[in-house]
């Protein structure tokens, strides 16, 4: 065989050990965790910005309800100004309290995937936020992919939060 000037081939480095593959693994499913929370609280903040807008609707309802009230006319159709009006500031109304149910659901499950509690509480809220089409099922799927990772159920069964990279100072003594 010609020699092809390599030379000796040089041995594979050794396999980390456990300890530090465990920790590396911890590390990730941190990180992973703490870009889940602030996912949940952008949209959270945005649903709860966004959940004010069929308030318009309530508005338009009732004073549609208010300012035709007295305008029928004998003989014309059998529509109840103050019946449409009341139908557009209810269907506002359910409007704002599912939208804002949502917000509320998106941001209680940015503080338990904070405190490592409620994990299925978060795989809820996961489901709920896949309907957020496409950022809302971006977050939801990968949601489900970090909170069924066997490191983060162990995070969320010992609820061991994380204080997101923040040391509280210690206070001076007296």
Known sequence: ?????????????????????????????????????????VSGILNAVFSLFPLFYVAMGLWFAGAFAGSARPGAADVNPRLVGAFFAAMGIGAFLFLAAGAVLKLVVAGAIRRRRAHTLCLVGAAWTCLG?????????????????????????????????VRAAASPPG
């Open 1 to 41: 065989m010609p020699d092809d000037g390599a030379g000796p081939a040089t041995p594979l480095p050794a396999p980390p050990s456990e300890a530090i593959d465990s920790e590396v693994r911890r590390r990730i499913d941190e990180e992973h965790l703490r870009l889940l929370r602030i996912g949940y609280l």
């Open 133 to 165: 089409i496409p950022w809302g099922t971006v977050l939801g799927v990968l949601t489900f992919v970090v909170l069924e990772r066997p490191g983060v159920r162990a995070l969320f069964a010992s609820g061991t939060a994380s204080d997101g990279g």
